[in-house]
């Protein structure tokens, strides 16, 4: 199979926020000046320079800059860094580029900046807007910088944006959640990702757990939620992705269908398939900034983690992320983007059937309702 036909994507890591938050597990590092030194787009662009030979002759679809806090950086920046990404790299004339962004980090007129540079997309970190609940995690913004900066971006003709709302968060009740909840969907993002604080191994949040709704009430929590976005116009099609009609983040369809991404900066991951099955590398970089800085571009193997995954891995990796998508995944899909028969799965499959957690689909098989709200022993099903 020839992977020049899979869709690509390329990862953007940019690794400094204003505070760590308690509950972040992410490859975060708090800014200890005024902003990021521009060096640091001088070594994303020589990583990329060093990974051109991976991805010659395909073409990038989506773009993401995540972080940390991308925002932190200022609009001239990514001008700069994107126009040297389409000097090296075929990116699609109708790419999704998405822009993570804090609203306590964005100045007025900012977002118009940043649509300028060519970002058509943003993702909010809202988290929540009760005051109370926003102190608890550690946000360095208010509700109203959220308010705010949706003004903003609907101002600078960005529509295309999501929220970030977290639920079962410290002491939050169920009316405090469906609040959060409406005001969300009051604010009509074209995208809203609603997902359960956990507490992550690593983080303060985990030393020292907070007081958390137990499981029964978060389950609660998030089928209230699912109820009442659904009842705005917003359809899951993820774990814990809710979109209007046509707004599906492209570029985390690419992860979840087992496509190819790129990944530069400090701490980024990727997943390239070089030839399926035997050869599809799972690549990390160095973590600290430092680090990453100092040796970014040197054509070397010492230049993070490069892994390729074994072939009696793949059903487990392929399935720890379509079985997150509610339509779960075509057979031929499977068999693609793996290079893997499906008589490989077929035996957990019929046993997943037969616990209730999957079924059939016309042209392959998806998570039943039972199945995505047990989906880790669902997942767990295909391990080697």
Known sequence: MNPDRLPLSLYVHMPWCVRKCPYCDFNSHQLKSAQPDGAYIDALIRDVDTELPLIADRRVDTVFFGGGTPSLFQPEDFSRLLQALRRRIDIASGAEITLEANPGTIERGRFAGYRDAGINRVSLGAQTFAPRALELLGRIHTAEDTHRAVEDLRAAGLDNFNLDLMYALPQQTLEAAMADVSTACALNPAHISYYQLTLEPGTVFHARPPVLPDEEAAWQIQIEGQKHLAAAGYEQYEVSAYAKAGAQCRHNLNYWRFGDYLGVGA???????????????RTAKPKQPRDYQACAG?????????????????PFEYMLNALRLNEGFATRDFQRRTGLSLSSVEPALVRAQGRGLLEVRVDGWRPTALGRRFLNDLQAAFLA
């Open 298 to 314: 040197e054509a070397s193997t010492a230049f993070g983690e490069r892994n390729f995954i074994a072939t009696a891995d793949l």
């Open 267 to 281: 701490g980024a991951h990727g997943k390239l398939s070089v030839a399926v099955p035997e050869r599809i590398l």
